[in-house]
């Protein structure tokens, strides 16, 4: 190709790059114009349900628009993120990620019905609920360590809970299976109410759950925490270790909710939104709120964020895999 040709096409390709930035930097400076859309991939109600609501209401104000959310459930969360995933991507329709349909769904099925990874452009991860181990009263095991040891004398015949097959409440147990090497048997329910309803009356032993709103449970007695998935301990426990001090490093679970978008959102936008969601997180009112309800604030950049959920997917295909876990 003669030079001049090449420094023509060489031209052309840079006007259109110029151009395509400079309409996405415009469009971010007026955005947004109208109402957002939030979708929540679940029932009102539930955990993901609270934190939308709360970021909702708070980014309202230094965006200028009303941030509506939409609760979009079914499949597991798979249909509200597969709405997210065919909108517009103008910035208007987000989706509130969650472990389920961003990381684990697709795991679950031959032909999911969208690529996590790229089909959303991520924009943060707001925060964390670290799973917690709890058992039955009942059951003689008063720390990890006992629950192993009794789960290991006796394989097969300790059953726990789930809110539903390929739940982060039931991949967190197969994840504790394959790092314990012990054989629990799996009783699934529809929803995490359900769940935790058997759990109390002795109907199944133990369970994952997230911390929040079944803290006061434990506190009464009612169910028997043994060990936290996390870092750190927590202060609404904080007399439970973590299952890393009870002897299996590096075992962290957490529920987690985070903000996508559809692919190809401005950069612009992307940005502009993780700024103002980033500066909400580090309030001092919200981080409060985020303890009351069990969360533990994150925040990050986009990138730091598709890091995340891209070693999330790593992780969850892994386990199902290794245990055989199909979708139902």
Request: with cysteine; hydrophobic share 45%.
């Amino acid at each position: 190709m003669p030079a001049i040709a090449r420094r023509f096409r060489c031209l052309k390709w840079l006007t259109a790059a110029g151009a395509t930035l400079t309409a996405g930097v415009a469009q971010a400076q007026y955005f947004p114009t109208k109402p957002v859309r939030l979708v929540v991939p679940f029932a009102p109600g539930g955990a993901n349900d609270i934190i939308a609501r709360v970021m909702a209401q708070r980014l309202s104000e230094p965006l200028g628009q009303q941030v509506i959310v939409d609760n979009r459930g079914g499949a597991g969360g798979a249909i509200g993120a597969d709405t997210v995933a065919k909108a517009a991507p103008d910035g208007y329709t987000l989706l509130l990620a969650n472990p389920g349909p961003n990381a684990i769904n697709p795991s679950l099925t031959a032909k999911p019905l969208y690529d996590p990874l790229k089909d959303f452009s991520f924009i943060t991860l707001m925060a964390v609920s670290p799973m917690v181990l709890v058992v039955n009263p009942t059951l003689p095991a008063k720390n990890v360590q006992e629950f192993i040891a009794l789960a290991r004398a006796k394989p097969g015949q300790i059953n726990y809970g789930s809110s539903g097959t390929g739940a982060i409440t039931h991949l967190s147990m197969e994840y504790f299976k394959v790092r314990t090497r012990t054989d629990l048997v799996h009783i699934p329910y529809q929803g995490a109410n359900v769940a935790l309803t058997s759990l109390i009356g002795n109907q199944v032993s133990a369970s994952f759950v997230a911390l929040g709103s079944y803290t006061p449970l434990m506190a009464t007695g009612k169910l028997r925490p043994l060990g936290i998935a996390a870092r750190e301990r927590n202060a609404q426990l904080p007399d439970v270790p973590t299952i890393n001090e009870s002897g299996l490093p590096n075992f962290e679970v957490t529920n987690w909710f985070g903000i996508v978008g559809p692919a190809k959102v401005p950069a612009a936008i992307v940005d502009r939104l993780n700024s103002e969601i980033g500066r909400i997180l580090k309030s001092a009112d919200m981080q409060q709120r985020f303890v009351t309800l069990g969360f533990v604030s994150r925040g990050g950049t986009p990138a730091e964020f598709a890091q995340f959920v891209k070693a999330e997917i790593a992780r969850w295909s892994e386990v199902i895999k290794t245990q055989g876990i199909r979708g139902e």
